[in-house]
Nanobody
Framework: EVQLVESGGGLVQAGGSLRLSCVASGFTFDDYVIGWFRQAPGKEREGISCISALDGRTYYADSVKGRFTISNDNAKNTLYLQMSSLKPEDTAVYYC??????????????WGQGTQVTVSS
């Protein structure tokens, strides 16, 4: 059964760094696109970054480009988001999402439960 579990959130001062992790089970990293979303209070959920398991192609939203780095460890089925130069506006619940291409089912979408990141000024 496909599961995504995020961790690594917490409280950090502006300018600091934090690394989020997403442990995936039920599929392998070479069969999907996986990435991070975030949702701040009163705001819509927005895409932050994603990576393709097929070719390693990455995407970053303009708001985080140059500050955040996405990576994955296939041996541990774990996705990471290294966040640096954090700003108060980065405060949000961060979610892991996977778009999985199954042989017979086609593409299906899976979400983690989220982890809270709070950046103080």
């Amino acid at each position: 059964e496909v599961q995504l579990v995020e961790s690594g959130g917490g409280l950090v001062q502006a300018g600091g760094s934090l690394r989020l992790s997403c442990v995936a089970s039920g599929f392998t990293f070479d069969d999907y696109v996986i990435g991070w979303f975030r949702q701040a209070p009163g705001k819509e959920r927005e895409g932050i970054s994603c990576i393709s398991a097929l070719d390693g192609r990455t995407y970053y939203a303009d708001s985080v480009k140059g500050r955040f780095t996405i990576s994955n460890d296939n041996a541990k089925n774990t996705l990471y988001l290294q966040m640096s130069s954090l700003k108060p506006e980065d405060t949000a619940v961060y979610y892991c999402k996977a778009d999985v291409q199954w042989n017979v089912l086609g593409t299906m979408y899976y979400w983690g439960q989220g982890t809270q990141v709070t950046v103080s000024s």
